[in-house]
């Protein structure tokens, strides 16, 4: 996109970065399917769940083959985390156990806070074309991962967005940029998460907290960030450095990257497949009562459902 077509979006000053963090590592993801047989890309995966506390997972997806992409995610449980989709381009439809339903489509957010158990699909609404986004999962605090269920979808346009002096063009999904505050905050997590455009040769500067566990994933063109370039398809672990303020990227070529950055909860996490809770103990009772039927029965249904709705 050229930044002509932005003209409607403000142009800020770019944040004072007076030490920008390193690349740490930069990891390839793991080609895996999950789902009823949708292929993906599992970028940050379980191993990493430490290091990049609070976020526990990022898979991503783009395919133009509906066999890749087109049995969806039937019906399947989730407990104690929230489940972040950025759908790029494509539709598919979301329905769950608390009465929430929604289309998610071109540029799109569903954020949805599975709490103390949520049953979902998410079935593509397309039998032709591209299927491309992102499903960011993150962890909720000890204290309210038995909260209730809480769902929002976001259109294209419902995302804060701003432009930069330097060129880039910034979608606001979650935290604050700028001053620009995004669609969700969540005060545990402090979760930022941006959607960046860069042109060939923007820069893009981000004030971080060094505690802040943080990591950009490059989805088109390159970037830059201090001597490390990070190619597309790779995310790039930023080193916690006490003296860093943040992070300066510098695009190579037209790029699209997300950063992604929290506060860690530093609490154990015991995850068992869809359930990601502290302990053991509290998995075994995920799973007893996703068995029992109670997982979503406890899950109250909104009061605008009727009566009897499952
Ligand atoms: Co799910």
């Not at 390839?28 to 993906?40: M, Y």
């Not at 074309?129 to 499903?135: A, C, K, L």
């Not at 060094?210 to 088109?220: G, I, K, S, T």
Request: proline share 6%; glycine share 10%.
């Amino acid at each position: 996109m050229t930044h002509d077509t932005m003209t409607h979006a403000k142009r800020l000053e770019d944040e004072p970065v007076h030490r920008s963090r390193s690349v740490e590592q930069l990891i390839a993801g793991k080609e895996t399917s999950d789902g009823a047989g949708v292929k993906l890309t599992r970028v940050l995966t379980q191993n990493l769940q430490r290091r990049l506390d609070p976020f526990l997972m990022l898979d991503a997806f783009g395919s133009d083959d509906p066999d890749d992409y087109i049995a969806g995610f039937p019906d399947h449980p989730h407990r104690g985390f929230e489940t972040v989709t950025y759908m790029i381009a494509g539709r598919m439809r979301h329905r769950d156990s608390a009465g929430h339903e929604g289309l998610l489509e071109n540029g799109g957010v569903q954020w949805m806070t599975a709490g103390r158990g949520v049953i979902h699909s998410e079935i593509p609404q397309q039998e032709a074309g591209v299927m491309e986004g992102f499903q960011l999962w993150l962890n909720l605090p000890a204290r309210d991962k038995m909260c209730a269920p809480w769902y929002r979808d976001f259109g294209a346009g419902d995302l804060p967005r701003f432009g930069t002096a330097s060129g880039a063009e910034v979608t606001v999904i979650a935290g604050a940029s700028h001053g620009v505050q995004g669609a969700v905050t969540r005060a545990a997590t402090e979760p930022l998460y941006l959607d960046l455009r860069l042109a060939d040769g923007a820069t893009f500067a981000q004030a971080l907290p060094a505690e802040h566990n943080a990591f950009v994933y490059v989805y088109r063109g390159a970037l830059r960030i201090g001597d490390q370039v990070v190619p597309a398809q790779r995310m790039a672990i930023l080193a916690n450095a006490a003296d860093a303020d943040g992070v300066l990227v510098e695009a190579r070529g037209e790029t699209r990257a997300l950063l992604i950055a929290g506060q860690p909860l530093n609490e154990p996490i015991a995850q068992y497949g869809p359930f990601v809770m502290n302990t053991e103990q509290e998995i075994y009772q995920a799973i007893n009562d996703h068995r029992n039927g109670r997982l979503a029965a406890l899950a109250e249904p909104t009061p605008a459902m009727p009566s009897g709705f499952p």
